[in-house]
């Protein structure tokens, strides 16, 4: 299924319109399965611009916050019915502009429209709790307020459900918002846009403005009236944003990066294992924070499972992601390609054994695209940069170990700490691994990557700020516990 689309030059989304960047200077928004093909013309933003989104922003929040959360629901009712009826336009645009399959982004979009239902029903939830009072003529209890402005800062990988998670429960809780974009994803961030209005989003309620980080970010960052700043991204950003906000008094919630092992145990269902490792690590171009990454296996099945795994990573069908056959797109941009291979480097020069793929793909009008053929690392140690650092790309490095206690040892040896998967039969071997494991998502015989909306998604050690995203758990962010002390 393709359709025809025109190139367009979109625009920041201020107060209810939309508005060209006081720079008026654009940037091209480029296929990377097809580098020749221009897929959207973007907005190359200022301060000033950021400046007006929050100005915007700060005016709307008022009124916006008296509304009641049923109220504030029903526009994200009309926001997901808006996105729905758009599903497969915002899914070809998100393929088109960053690579991942048609399949993945529908199924992606698919994941939006949901998380905006399932906010939309948290306007109806309590919003607080009666305390007794030592008093017996008083009467305490607690309410939640809106922090104010929230500065919405996301990354090019997931284009629809990131924004979304963040925004949907900034906006039930009363909050209105300056989003900020990856640019390389700034096409379908303008398609969300579009279905905001749509819906009638009173104005200044939600802001896009498009731009680079070192400039649109750092502007809202470092905004006096933005009260909170809500992050996905590198771990060097985010430490950025974390110190700014920190300086100046802001909240700040932080998802950064993953080293995400699994663990193949003596027990464990080969063929099953199999298949969540390639998925886990190799969907989506390996580019998830949650993506595989370090394969620990068990002596005693190492070559058996290296051998069912080479045998179905070989099947895997490169492609631009609007083919129906094409399992793995490219990397989202020519830097992400050239970084991906620059790690592949490294583990050979390191030693590690590079038993599969691990070149630019180039066949059948690959070669103007950013594709990279999976690679397989076998003869890995836990210390080699390639099972230290995050590489963003479909690699997996395999690493033999004989026992569950050193599998955990090695698994937990990094700084990341986000996601965490092991494939075992043995309940006592889930329970250590449960109990055991330094990570914030910890699955059992599934793959690393996935979290269900409705739970709590987040990281251990540098892979986050240690609040939680999704689910009810958002709340905790994006408001503020006022405790109301009443005197009869």
Not at 202 to 228: F, L
Not at 306 to 319: C, P, R, S
Request: charged share 20%.
């Amino acid at each position: 299924m393709t359709t025809s689309v025109q190139v367009k030059t979109h625009l920041n989304y201020i107060n209810g319109e939309w508005v060209s960047s006081l720079r008026n200077k654009v940037g091209a928004a480029i296929n990377p399965a097809n580098k020749n093909e221009i897929v959207g013309y973007v907005q190359c933003s200022t301060r000033e611009d950021v400046d007006r989104a929050v100005d915007a922003a700060k005016r709307a929040q008022k009124e916006w916050r008296r509304l009641s959360g049923a109220e504030r629901g029903d526009y994200l009712y009309k926001i997901a019915n808006s996105l729905e009826r758009r599903l497969e336009e915002v899914a070809e645009t998100m393929t088109r502009e960053m690579g991942k399959t048609f399949p993945e982004a529908k199924g992606e979009t698919i994941r939006g429209i949901a998380i905006l239902r399932y906010y939309a029903g948290e306007g109806m939830r309590k919003a607080g709790d009666v305390i007794p009072s030592t008093d017996s003529k008083a009467l305490m209890f607690t309410t939640r307020v809106p922090l104010g402005v929230i500065g919405v800062i996301s990354p090019w990988n997931f284009p629809v459900a990131i924004p979304i998670w963040k925004m949907a429960p900034a906006l039930i809780y009363g909050n209105t918002i300056v989003f900020k974009p990856a640019q390389e994803a700034a096409v379908t961030a303008a398609k969300i846009m579009e279905c905001m209005h749509e819906a009638g989003i009173p104005a200044g309620v939600v802001n896009m403005v498009t731009g680079a980080g070192s400039e649109v970010g750092t502007a809202i960052v470092n905004h006096s009236d933005v009260n909170g700043i809500t992050f996905t991204g590198s771990n060097a950003t985010g430490k950025q944003i974390g110190q700014a906000a920190l300086a100046r008094g802001a909240k700040y919630q932080l998802e950064m990066g993953g080293k995400n092992p699994v663990i193949i145990t003596a027990d464990a269902d080969l063929d099953l294992a199999v298949e969540g490792t390639i998925n886990g690590g190799l969907r989506s171009t390996g580019q998830k924070c949650t993506a595989t990454s370090r394969v620990f296996v068990h002596a005693e099945v190492y070559d058996a499972f290296k051998e069912k795994l080479l045998e179905q990573v070989k099947e895997i069908t490169i492609g631009n992601g609007m083919e129906g056959n094409s399992w793995m797109g490219p990397c989202a941009s020519e830097n992400q390609m050239k970084t991906v291979l620059s790690y592949i480097e490294k583990g050979k020069a390191e030693g590690a054994r590079l038993i599969y793929g691990g070149e630019r793909y180039t066949e059948n009008g690959g070669e103007n695209g950013f594709f990279i053929q999976p690679a397989i690392f076998d003869e890995v140690t836990n210390g080699m940069v390639i099972a230290q650092e995050e590489i963003f790309g479909p690699v997996l490095a395999l690493i033999k170990v004989e026992s569950i206690e050193e599998a955990l040892t090695q698994a937990n040896d990094v700084e990341y700490g986000l996601s965490a998967s092991i494939y075992t039969k043995d309940i006592g071997t889930m329970m250590s691994f449960i109990n055991d494991i330094e990570a914030g998502l910890v699955r059992i015989n599934a793959e690393t990557a996935g979290v269900e909306l409705q739970a709590p998604f987040g990281g251990m050690k540098q892979s986050s700020s240690h609040s939680r995203e999704q689910g009810q758990a958002a709340v905790e962010f994006f408001t503020a516990i006022k405790t109301v002390f009443v005197k009869a």
